[in-house]
């Protein structure tokens, strides 16, 4: 097996079926090849999912100029990051690790709180609570 570098590396083992998936952005993401991916997840059977980061845009929270024709919210972001986990956990089954590392999109969700200290440390805006991770078991 090739090295793999990063957080992957303690995730990944040789004798396991390993699926990783990246850079989806959603609500941006491509469905075609989304319908792709999960079809081949449902035939490869992987035990450990491994999610590389910005699976959420969170294009709304980005300090980077805005397109005004993109009308997407933080909470039409989520409810769709939401909605592709679920889908992922019932093709993946039960018995698979899934697993998520934070990529520079989701931390545009921690800079925004950083910029807004007084939201701070609230536990209900930890990535993990807003994609609710415990209700697909991650």
């Given at each position: 097996m090739a090295r793999i570098s990063g957080g992957l590396?303690?995730?990944v083992k040789q004798s396991?079926?390993?699926?990783?998936i990246s850079d989806l952005h959603i609500?941006?993401?491509?469905?075609a090849a989304v319908a792709c991916m999960l079809d081949y997840a449902k035939a490869y059977k992987p035990n450990r999912v491994v999610i590389d980061g910005d699976l959420v845009?969170?294009?709304?929270?980005?300090?980077?100029?805005?397109c005004p024709a993109r009308k997407e919210t933080v909470k039409d972001e989520v409810y769709k990051a939401r909605?592709?986990?679920?889908?992922?956990r019932k093709v993946v089954g039960k018995g698979a690790d899934i697993h998520y590392l934070h990529g520079n999109h989701e931390n545009r969700l921690q800079?925004?709180?950083?910029?807004?200290?007084?939201l701070y440390g609230l536990d209900s805006l930890e990535?993990?609570?807003?994609l609710e991770l415990r209700k697909v078991k991650m």
């Open positions: 590396e303690n995730l396991e079926k390993n699926l990783i609500p941006f993401e491509d469905p845009d969170f294009y709304s929270l980005s300090t980077f100029d805005k909605q592709f986990l679920h889908e992922l800079r925004y709180l950083w910029r807004n200290p007084e990535l993990k609570n807003i």
